[in-house]
């Protein structure tokens, strides 16, 4: 009773750890989904801040040049090609004089888009010979051209508008160019500092607000995925060791080579979804087998060529299951495929390299490792040295040579951590490091 009552409490100290496992792995996605969603909401608001400064500043800008230009329009009435000497000098002097005042450069164009007159400021040649380089789009009537330039550490701001004399009719255009002051520049880097900062510690606080609420709502979701899990879990299990009883093997291997797979795709970097499917192929890999007759499978000797034909179709048989259900679909890969050979000597289809799936690459390692390296009825364990020689050896012909690289060098401590370990710790183990690739609960 005593020795019952301990194996309840260890069974029920494993579910609880699975379960946390899950519920960790399920808060740090939320947490995760809030920091980015915080983080993207920062970038958003605060380039739309700036994009309304700017266009603020713009906008001060182009009413300076209307009414600029709209003290040259007064000088005259008809293009600006047909100027005559006075109206000439008066839109010089004026045009001199905006330079003077707010302006960088001021140039004239006719309708012909010629320049006529042009005012520079003492220095500023090179500032005009440098934005020359950059032509602009003549506005249409009604409309204006602007475009900002940085250059030598300031930011110039060229203005084109129309220009239109008396009765509004069209006489050419007005082009200034405008340096952004360091004023102004202050200005506006505190403004945008100012409301970010501010928008920043609301968007904080209210992330911060949201997590309890979200961890509520999640709470029964946390739940159901936590019991999906365990659920799907022991269907794959299940079926595995279905498999195994039959052909008196072992539950402890599918827990064994699952794992040995798990990590060396861990190893590689595989993404999640493939090392979904790497799992259900590890638990199910023999699924087909279920559909081989008893004499066939269960047979002591050495089986015939005719026999070994049918016991080859357990592969299709496998994938025949799979296809019923599109949640272990995914273990395809390492079901049809495992018993491929790198060389091509393999089954069913004879494939080559890499033209074998990578989960079945890598669970035939970690297949064969086991197998080696247990104890069955009909052979010794061979030592891990011995069974990772033969891995090497076996390199290039039956196994992926970079993977095996990989694996030998992983292996040995692997095998010292399960060979240790009962075997409901190790389910409880493997329960806690996959839920990591299962669990994909989203805010």
């Given amino acids: 009773m005593s020795g019952s009552g301990?194996?309840?409490?260890?069974?029920?100290?494993?579910?609880?750890?699975?379960?946390?496992?899950?519920?960790?792995?399920?808060?740090?996605?939320?947490?995760?989904?809030?920091?980015?969603?915080?983080?993207?909401?920062?970038?958003?608001?605060?380039?739309?801040?700036?994009?309304?400064?700017?266009?603020?500043?713009q906008q001060f800008v182009?009413?300076?040049?209307?009414?600029?230009?709209?003290?040259?329009?007064?000088?005259?009435?008809?293009?600006?090609?047909?100027?005559?000497?006075?109206?000439?000098?008066?839109?010089?002097?004026?045009?001199?004089?905006?330079?003077?005042?707010?302006?960088?450069?001021?140039?004239?164009?006719?309708?012909?888009?010629?320049?006529?007159?042009?005012?520079?400021?003492?220095?500023?040649?090179a500032t005009e010979r440098w934005i020359d380089r950059y032509r602009h789009q003549f506005p249409r009537q009604g409309e204006f051209f602007r475009e900002f330039h940085f250059t030598d550490g300031r930011l110039l701001l060229v203005m084109l508008v129309p220009l239109t004399g008396g009765g509004n009719i069209p006489v050419g255009y007005f082009e200034g160019i405008y340096q952004v002051d360091q004023r102004t520049m202050d200005s506006i880097k505190y403004e945008l500092l100012r409301t970010l900062f501010f928008v920043t510690i609301s968007i904080t606080f209210t992330t911060i607000l949201m997590y309890p609420v979200i961890l509520v709502l999640n709470r029964g979701l946390?739940?159901?995925?936590?019991?999906?899990?365990?659920g799907n879990l022991e269907l794959m299990n299940v079926l595995g060791c279905a498999i195994a009883?039959?052909?008196?093997?072992?539950?402890?291997?599918?827990?064994?080579?699952?794992?040995?797979?798990?990590?060396?795709?861990?190893?590689?970097?595989?993404?999640?979804?493939?090392?979904?499917?790497?799992?259900?192929?590890?638990?199910?890999?023999?699924?087909?087998?279920?559909?081989?007759?008893?004499?066939?499978?269960?047979?002591?000797?050495?089986?015939?060529?005719?026999?070994?034909?049918?016991?080859?179709?357990?592969?299709?048989?496998?994938?025949?299951?799979?296809?019923q259900s599109s949640w272990i679909s995914g273990a395809r890969d390492v079901v049809k495929s495992h018993h491929e050979k790198y060389d091509g000597s393999g089954y069913l289809q004879g494939l080559k390299g890499e033209a074998i799936p990578l989960n079945a690459r890598i669970f035939a390692?970690?297949?064969?490792?086991?197998?080696?390296?247990?104890?069955?009825?009909?052979?010794?364990?061979?030592?891990?040295?011995?069974?990772?020689?033969f891995l090497v050896q076996k390199s290039s012909q039956h196994f992926d040579p970079g993977l095996v690289d990989i694996f030998v060098v992983i292996a040995p401590a692997i095998y010292d951590e399960l060979h240790s370990m009962p075997e409901k710790q190790m389910v409880s183990m493997l329960q806690q490091r996959i839920a990591r690739h299962f669990v994909t609960i989203v805010t």
């Fill in 6 to 57: 301990t194996q309840i409490a260890a069974d029920d100290k494993a579910d609880s750890l699975a379960a946390l496992a899950t519920s960790k792995s399920i808060h740090q996605k939320i947490l995760i989904r809030l920091f980015w969603g915080w983080l993207l909401l920062c970038v958003v608001i605060g380039g739309a801040v700036f994009w309304l400064e700017v266009n603020r500043f």
């Fill in 62 to 125: 182009h009413e300076l040049a209307l009414k600029e230009s709209a003290l040259l329009s007064s000088q005259f009435s008809s293009d600006l090609q047909e100027r005559d000497n006075f109206t000439e000098q008066s839109l010089t002097d004026l045009a001199q004089q905006l330079v003077d005042q707010h302006f960088l450069i001021v140039e004239l164009y006719d309708l012909n888009k010629q320049l006529r007159i042009e005012a520079i400021r003492s220095g500023e040649e």
């Fill in 222 to 230: 946390i739940r159901l995925s936590d019991d999906l899990l365990k």
């Fill in 245 to 323: 009883e039959r052909d008196a093997d072992t539950n402890s291997h599918n827990y064994r080579v699952t794992c040995y797979a798990l990590r060396l795709g861990e190893a590689i970097a595989l993404p999640h979804a493939a090392m979904r499917n790497l799992i259900m192929g590890a638990f199910l890999h023999d699924v087909g087998k279920i559909g081989i007759r008893d004499p066939i499978l269960l047979k002591p000797g050495k089986l015939t060529p005719q026999e070994y034909e049918i016991m080859k179709t357990h592969i299709s048989l496998g994938v025949d299951i799979l296809n």
């Fill in 365 to 389: 390692i970690a297949d064969v490792f086991d197998a080696l390296t247990s104890r069955r009825p009909y052979k010794t364990p061979w030592p891990v040295e011995q069974a990772i020689h």
